[in-house]
């Protein structure tokens, strides 16, 4: 560096801690904290999306294949100094840790990933990093070095339209691998565009010299059908159960019962995958047993001598739930467990009047559902009985 200035040392106090000890911040070095950047960054254009400020993101994946670029055509994060911190917002936004984002009061933050950090977390480990905003008739552009701004925010000329576009390159002296794995970026665009509807991904891998689009306007009802083609999945009633709800707590539910003797529930919390489900599906399963169970006994639907378990109600059952929480606390060995404990009283009561509502309100989908269930409770007491039988024997 030959220019050192004082707000470069402050800046450099700033991120110091992220360089020192990266693992903290994004859950190791490896293939999964490197990863992590790519949604670091990707959080805040859907977040822009989610507001209802953008409608396209665009990533790219370079063709060295350790350098990203993030677009997205909302607002465009402000380049403007603020008289009394003599630092624009953009510079705020990727110097200051922990300043995530989050501007204006009712505007919701998804919170992000492992430990919900911001984009100063990736700038300060990137070799180089590269932000252009479009606004007010110009574009603009900051550059940094490992979190250290290079200059000050020069504007680049005349512009149409208003967006942000983030280009970084991992710091190799950080990460021991420094290239992306293409698949983990596709998997977790096209799930995004799913649990976010009406964003549009587009998907450059330019390693691979290909380009995808992502989007459905039909949401999670979209990634339901998916699963159940995959899996050849007959429903035993047409329609799914749909909920989307946005009041305190944002929850996005779609479930369907099949001929599967199975169940599949696919779990995210802030667009990560909880493979290992937690408290969330937890909840989701006890508010649904007792939907189930509720309208069973209100109506008089089990017969005699036949007891209904939870597993049976639960049998054949496809659902995808999707949560975003301000602080999530992953568990276990992968960090794919949701361990909030008031999630599961919050789940389970945010879906239980609603699906017992939508039983009530679809009688020939009741029918088939109960029908299922019983189906299920009887074929299972059958074959214990063909077990005892046979030790008998
Ligand atoms: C802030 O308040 C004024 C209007 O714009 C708001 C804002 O920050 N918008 C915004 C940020 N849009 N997109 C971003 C963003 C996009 C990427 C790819 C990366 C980052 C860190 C922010």
Known sequence: MSTYTAKDITVLEGLEPVRKRPGMYIGGVGATGLHHLVWEILDNAIDEAMNGYASNIAVTLHDDGSSVTIADDGRGIPVDKHPQTKKSALEVVFTTLHAGGKFEPGNYKTAGGLHGVGASVVCALSKELVVTVKRDGGSWEHR?????????????????GTGTTVFFRPDATIFPKVEFDAATIRERLEIASYLHKGARIVFEDVTAGSKETFEHSDGLEAYLKTILTAGSLRPVHEAPFVLNRDNGLRLDLVIQWTEATDEIIRSYVNGIPTGSGGTHENGLRAG?????????????????????????????????LSLFIEEPQFQGQTKDRLNNLELLSAVDS???????????????????????IILAARAREASRAAQQEITRK
């Open 288 to 320: 649904l047993t007792k939907a189930v169970r509720n309208f069973i006994d209100t109506h008089n639907l089990a017969p005699k001598g036949v007891t209904l378990t939870a597993d049976d109600i639960r049998e054949g059952l496809v659902g995808v």
């Open 350 to 372: 945010a879906i239980r009047p609603g699906i017992e509502h939508w039983l009530n309100h679809n009688i020939s989908v009741a029918e088939a559902i109960v029908g299922r």
């Open 144 to 160: 940094f070095k490992q979190g250290i701004p290079q200059g000050a925010v020069k504007k680049l000329g005349a512009a149409r």
